[in-house]
């Protein structure tokens, strides 16, 4: 197996990997500020 070609191979890996963390990320964003919301809204309620 070329070296090259095993490069390549970790490298699209690599991009999927950051493209899954910012996805996962992104997620998590919403859902902590979602809970805010639910948490503020509780509060002035």
């Keep these: 197996?070329?070296?090259s070609?095993?490069?390549n191979k970790l490298h699209t890996n690599n991009i999927?990997?950051?493209m899954i963390l910012t996805n996962f990320k992104t997620?998590?964003?919403k859902i902590i500020v979602?809970?805010?919301k639910s948490?503020?809204?509780k509060i002035y309620e």
Aim: proline share 6%; with cysteine.
């Design 16 to 18: 999927l990997l950051m």
């Design 5 to 7: 070609h095993s490069k």
């Design 39 to 41: 948490h503020y809204l």
């Design 27 to 29: 997620d998590l964003l």
């Design 34 to 36: 979602s809970c805010n």
């Design 1 to 3: 197996m070329p070296l």
